[in-house]
């Protein structure tokens, strides 16, 4: 009104607000469409990006400048609707754009799937904020031959459309700019039109699509997983490889170069020697006695599980980047649905080889209350994490096939069952499974790079103290006797059920701490000879369904309430030692020696 | 049973056949919503990709996999 001779387009944009805190602008967005690089390129702070949905499963925040004006950027997990039924990582977002707490919204969509992103846009619409929408993977949209008018959408919409490829960075300086002039959705829906017609006369006017383009290597390979004669092979495929890169490069050669070598011959001797000059026994034996925190504590976390995560972490970086991980969920699902879940669960099943603790949470994906109560049951007892795993092979991978064959068996058939008498005796229901299955893609190795460079940076600062105070724990006990007295109070059931050295006991201590620590504890005793093959059958199967770790009790704690972790905790106890007795009793009887 | 002529049930469809979806079955479950929100809704077009063990459909550039239940309530006239 001030200045009624300026000409609309021209009115200066206001760069500096005042304001009582940073501008929020949220990413919303279906799930798997790329919230998460656009987060990274706009804040420049990484969080792990995969071909999945489901890989954000809470709200990260981080700072990004836009122009001169500081903003938080809010990053959400996916959501397919904001109204109705929805999981908990879909209230997440849903709570965050109601709350007010996003001023602003950009809707990041898969601009392949146009007609979808849309009717979360009306959807969108219903709250009132400025939008605006990115259509992301433009290139890979092209590519299937979608072809959409930008500006004749733009302006249908009231909003600024930006055309986006945002794991290349392009469209992120249009959608910088395009910041400042978000509004409002035009009009909305009328009264008397649902979501999908709208969004369905809107793909019709502004999408047309045309003949593919897509790699032909590409299809093939899509189809090939998912179908039961090229893809089980390719399944068993996998596995093997997977196993030569941890089992074999990691668990063996590289274990073999960093313990043997880098500590047995260099570290520890000069470790020792350098602490021949401590006048104190007391703490030279705390750095390099057999309780000692380089001796044991360094070794353990440096030369022995290190290696086995590390190569872990990469192949399993690239599985996810595929969109491989998905396919398994039509494979998984007639089983899943038998323990009370469905073909979805594979995805927390699979991350939890990666770590029972941020498998714990994503379980969040899954539909309902018994979903994520089972499967996080499931998760406690029996998924060993990748460094348990790798520890497994590597002791009984040198015993025989069979042995390998007998823990993993006695290990599945527990999950099967308890998930079997769970879904029969828990209330509540499992939910249908309809699961999005995303393209294959060929990894990126910038990403594949900064993800495992990121987790093994996460094992070191988040294993390597736990390491040491664990380390500490157990100097200390076997310094005031403790550990005798562990020895001796669990002697009936180490012993007596379960067979093994009473030394077992305190690898068992160990386990309670991280999972891995006990494994690597166990892989020194049967490599030092202190275990039979049919004890260490026993002792790994044991272990593999003992107690989930504390990071893991606490995430269950954290994500259940108190009362259910203490009760998982307790029956997962009982189970672990209960199967590892008769399982002692069943080999000894057959007089198996593997 | 559906009435007319030429429309059928998505999971009793072979890997191949296409079509556009008529209705979608609702009960007290969320499972019509759950697909809506998929974009898998009455006037959507698809293609059954494969049947065994579970079905696998393309809708709108999306392949999506279902379990049988969930094709039964889908109704699909074939193109």
């Known amino acids: ?29 279906n799930p798997n469409v790329g919230k998460s690089v656009i987060f990274g390129r706009l804040t420049g702070r990484y969080v792990t990006v995969s071909n999945y949905p489901g890989t954000t499963v809470a709200v990260t925040r981080g700072r990004a400048t836009v122009g001169a004006e500081v903003c938080d950027i809010i990053d959400t997990p996916g ?88 794991t290349e960075g392009r469209g992120l300086a249009e959608l910088r700019e395009a910041l400042t002039e978000a509004a409002p959705l035009d009009g909305g829906i009328a009264a008397g039109v649902t979501h999908l017609q709208w969004a369905d006369e809107m793909a019709h006017r502004f999408r047309t699509i045309g003949p593919m383009s897509l790699g032909r290597f590409q299809e093939w390979l899509g189809r090939a997983v998912r179908e039961p004669l090229t893809g089980l092979p390719i399944l068993i495929l996998v596995l093997y490889l997977t196993y030569l890169a941890v089992g074999v490069l990691g668990a063996q050669t590289l274990v073999g170069l960093l313990e043997d070598g880098l500590f047995g011959t260099w570290l520890n001797p000069w470790a020792r020697s350098l602490a021949a000059h401590i006048p104190i026994a007391f703490v030279r034996d705390f750095l390099v006695g057999d309780y000692g925190l380089v001796t044991m504590g360094m070794t353990y976390a440096i030369a022995i599980v290190l290696p086995v995560v590390s190569t872990f972490f990469l192949v399993f970086g690239i599985l996810e980047d595929s969109g ?42 899954l539909a309902t209350p018994k979903e994520r109560l089972i499967a996080i049951l499931l998760l406690a007892l029996g998924v060993p994490c990748s460094a348990q795993l790798a520890t497994i092979m590597g002791i009984l991978g040198g015993v025989s096939f069979w042995a390998l064959l007998t823990l993993f068996g006695v290990v599945v058939f527990q999950m099967i069952l308890v998930g079997f008498l769970a879904a029969r005796l828990l209330p509540g229901d499992r939910s249908d499974f309809i699961m999005e299955l995303p393209p294959m893609r060929l990894p990126r190795l910038g990403n594949l790079a900064t993800k495992t460079g990121l987790r093994v940076r996460w094992y070191l600062g988040e294993a390597l103290p736990l390491f040491l105070v664990g380390t500490a724990l157990l100097f200390a006990l076997d310094r005031v006797g403790g550990l005798a007295v562990i020895a001796q109070a669990t002697r009936p059931v180490v012993s007596g059920l379960l067979g093994l050295p009473p ?36 002792a790994l199967t044991v272990m593999t369904l003992f107690v989930p770790c504390v990071a893991n009790f606490l995430m269950i704690v954290k994500e259940r309430g108190l009362r259910v972790g203490l009760a998982i905790l307790g029956f997962v106890t009982v189970m672990a030692v209960g199967t590892g007795a008769v399982l002692n009793g069943v080999l000894r009887f057959f007089h198996v020696a593997f | 049973m559906w009435p007319s002529e030429g429309v059928h049930q998505l999971s009793a469809l072979p890997a191949g056949a296409r079509g556009r979806i008529v209705r979608v079955k609702r009960d007290l479950t969320p499972r019509a919503e759950r697909l809506a929100a998929l974009g898998v809704g009455p006037g959507a077009r698809i293609t059954v990709l494969q049947t065994f063990p579970g079905i696998v459909i393309e809708c709108d550039q999306t392949e999506l996999a279902l379990e049988r239940v969930v094709g039964s309530a889908i109704w699909i006239a074939l193109e």
């Open chain 1, 503 to 538: 030394k077992a006991a305190e690898v068992f201590v160990m386990g309670f701490l991280r999972r891995d620590y006990g494994a690597a504890g166990m892989f020194l005793m049967a490599r030092d000879g202190a275990l039979t093959h049919v004890q260490a059958v026993v």
């Open chain 1, 324 to 365: 491989y991980i998905p396919r398994l969920a039509i494979f998984s699902d007639r089983i899943f649905r038998a323990m009370g879940l469905n073909g979805k669960a594979v995805l927390p099943m699979v991350l939890g080889l990666g770590c029972d603790t941020m498998a714990t949470m994503t379980t969040r994906i």
């Open chain 1, 79 to 166: 959501v397919n609707m904001l109204e109705g039924a929805l999981s908990e990582d879909e209230k997440v977002t849903r709570d965050l754009v109601a709350s007010g707490n996003a001023e602003l919204i950009v809707q990041v969509a898969d601009a392949r799937n146009l007609r979808r992103a849309l009717m979360l846009t009306s959807q969108i619409a219903a709250f009132g904020r400025p939008t605006i929408l990115v259509l992301n993977m433009i290139d890979e949209a092209r590519a299937r031959g979608v072809d959409i008018d930008t500006a004749g959408l733009a302006a249908e919409l009231g909003i600024p459309v930006i055309e986006a490829v945002a």
């Open chain 1, 1 to 29: 009104m001030s200045c009624p001779h300026a000409i609309e387009g021209l009115t200066p944009k206001p760069l500096l607000r005042l304001r009582a805190h940073p501008l929020r602008i949220a990413l919303v967005g």
